[in-house]
Antibody, heavy 123, light 107 residues
Framework: EVQLVESGGGLVQPGGSLRLCCAASGFTFRDHYMEWVRQAPGKGLEWVGRIKSEALSYTAEYAASVKGRFIISRDDSRNSLYLQMNSLKTEDTAVYYC??????????????WGQGILVTVSS | DIQMTQSPSSLSASVGDRVTITCRAGQSINTYLNWYQQKPGKVPKLLIYAASSVRSGVPSRFSGSGSGTDFTLTISSLQPEDFATYYCHQSYDTPWTFGQGTKVEIK
């Protein structure tokens, strides 16, 4: 059974940092691109970024709203995905989801999601 | 960025109704279009990928169609468990973008 479990969320002051972790199990983690998606309270879904597999040199891509502040990494030996969030702003307050990329021939889709973890940026 | 626009933003329907939700892309995205369902307080769930491929385990009342810029999600006979918010998502080019969501409510 595929499972994704996020941890590391919480309350942080503006300008602060936080590191989220997503522990994966039930599939061959190293073969899949992995994604981060967030959802501000009462709002829709917003893509944060993704990291490709070793075969694509672990290339990471980011939304413009977080580029230069957030860093996505992965440790395939630990089946873990990370989101390092720096210079946090109040508008980064959201539930953060990690998601697996289906990697179908017909393109990307997020077929499994973690339960989500709340990050609150407030003074 | 590719803008995704869903319509309507919300709708009221009865059990057994046929429901259609539309998603329009700001440019052609071929068939790189996915649909998700999200119930209140729950995790989004993939329903349809590549515009018309129904994910394994998703009830057959859900279907998707379209290509280019115009797409539809159809629920052929609305069931009580289908009341939720639905999002379209383009995977043609990063940054991936979502529609604003369509909330399906009980009439």
């Amino acid at each position: 059974e595929v499972q994704l479990v996020e941890s590391g969320g919480g309350l942080v002051q503006p300008g602060g940092s936080l590191r989220l972790c997503c522990a994966a199990s039930g599939f061959t983690f190293r073969d899949h691109y992995m994604e981060w998606v967030r959802q501000a309270p009462g709002k829709g879904l917003e893509w944060v970024g993704r990291i490709k597999s070793e075969a694509l040199s672990y290339t990471a891509e980011y939304a413009a709203s977080v580029k230069g502040r957030f860093i996505i990494s992965r440790d395939d030996s630990r089946n873990s995905l990370y989101l390092q969030m720096n210079s946090l702003k109040t508008e980064d307050t959201a539930v953060y989801y990690c998601a697996r990329d289906l990697m179908a021939l017909a393109g990307t889709a997020f077929d499994y999601w973690g339960q989500g973890i709340l990050v609150t940026v407030s003074s | 960025d590719i803008q995704m626009t869903q319509s309507p933003s919300s709708l009221s329907a009865s059990v057994g109704d046929r429901v259609t939700i539309t998603c329009r892309a700001g440019q052609s995205i071929n068939t790189y279009l996915n649909w998700y369902q999200q119930k209140p307080g729950k995790v989004p769930k993939l329903l349809i990928y590549a515009a018309s491929s129904v994910r394994s385990g998703v009830p057959s009342r859900f279907s998707g169609s379209g290509s280019g810029t115009d797409f539809t999600l159809t629920i052929s006979s609305l069931q009580p468990e289908d009341f939720a918010t639905y999002y379209c998502h383009q995977s043609y080019d990063t940054p991936w973008t979502f529609g604003q969501g369509t909330k399906v409510e009980i009439k």
